[in-house]
């Protein structure tokens, strides 16, 4: 079983990898510690602009307080682990190629995309992020007035998992412009603009917006589909639509960064 | 010389002002929401007007160079400004001054052309003149405050090896001290009283509250005069930090 084998290999430097990232991050220990802090006080941000919106009005766009939380919630935990396994490596990406060091990625005996998006490991956003997210989700459930069944579960988890993969080939896509134009610092600012939306409930969105963010740019299936799940509101047909953009985006980003790779020249020979 | 080094990085410029404008459209996503619903606060074209001025106010006022400063405190380049003739703040006027004539290209022209096509979508207050001879001086005056506060984290960077991480939580409490995600005018009266204590209310908020007439002319003046005088607070501070920094300075590494 050639896959199983490779899978298992896999397997086996990522662990080395993380165990190397965590050993590294507790000798920076005061910045770990700041790390969580401040992902503590980006939460305290927004739950304080919820609670105000919420002291003027009822709902916004047809969302109650518990449920507009759930969605920072959910946009906590499922930021928390793409910045935990792969966001910070593949934005790191175009300084690296821009260095020359991206020659060593090459010339290792693991897959370049993988060791590129799952180089380090980042625990204090596990902690911080997906550890506050979590607490908020709990919080955002106790104050709902229904309870969400083991169907709703299960589907969001589901979607959460599809819009993972949908970030991460969002993330690999504008990455691979890197190999094209050389030069790319402004895949951090780009970064920002994906997941800024992702906070706040859709459905705000003047309709033009809203449409591309879901389908031009399918940014509505990280967070707010699986939060409408959760919350009931979900649409039978979101569910398989979810499933065709994780693979389609999956496929073409695997289809910019081959054809990237194969355009690289080396920074410094 | 500066002018064709940010000429060069076009499209990270761009980025840059989108990326700065993401959080402003979100909030005003929401709040316009809230103001559809609920009539005692903040009217839609208010709210609107006072996010799309939130945007241009902020690529007018924002500043990074203390990002700049605190790293190469920390790893000595600064030493390369350190033995040039004139005093390297310098460096960061020129360059932030650059910077957001180039970021204002395409915002600025858009402002006019929207401020002037649909007149009625806004605020009926900014086409008030006294309140623009207010608000362009106050506008000045947060320019200033924002670089000359971002100046004293950059210098932070003297004492502690943390100084990139408190930027960050600099950056993300400004957020709601500044007026970024709630305008000030809809905040719960005691959290409004407390933050306008702090520096960074007169960086954002208080230039849109002066054109948007939120501010009499009376108010509007002293607010003016807060800002001057937390300017020259703030300047104080960064000379003191700037000369003290240097005493005890030793350049890693050489």
Redesign the interface.
Known sequence: MPFLANSRYLWRVWRANTRASLIREMEFR??FF??I??QG??LA??I??IE??F???????GWQKPEALIILALSRIVEGIMDTFFTHNIADLPSIVQKGSFDFYLTKPSPVLFYTSFKQFYLHSTIGQIGGGLATFLYALSQLNYQPNLNAWLIMILLVMTGLIIFYSLLILLASLVFY?ER???L???L??IT??L??PFD???TTPRLALTYALPLAFIVFVPAQAITGRLQLWQLPTAIALAAIFLILANLAWRAGLRRYSSASS | MEWGRVLEYRIDVIAWSLAAASIPLVSLALWYNVSLQNPTGLSPQETLTYFLLVIFIKIITDAWNGFFTAWEILNGDIVKYLIRPFPMIWNDIINNTVEKCIKLLIPLPLFIFFLFSFPHTFSPQIFIPSHWLLFIPSLLLALILSFTLETCFGFLAFWLEEAQQIRSFKNIFELVASGVLIPFILMPPTVRTALSFLPFRYIVSVPAEILLGQASFNQSIQLLLYQTVWIFLIIMLAYTLWQKGLQRYAVPGQ
């Open positions: 005061s910045n700041l790390g802090l401040r006080l980006w941000a927004f304080f602009m105000t919106i002291s003027h009005t009822q709902s916004i766009a134009i790319l610092e402004a951090w600012s780009f920002q603009l800024e939306p906070t706040v705000v969105f003047p």
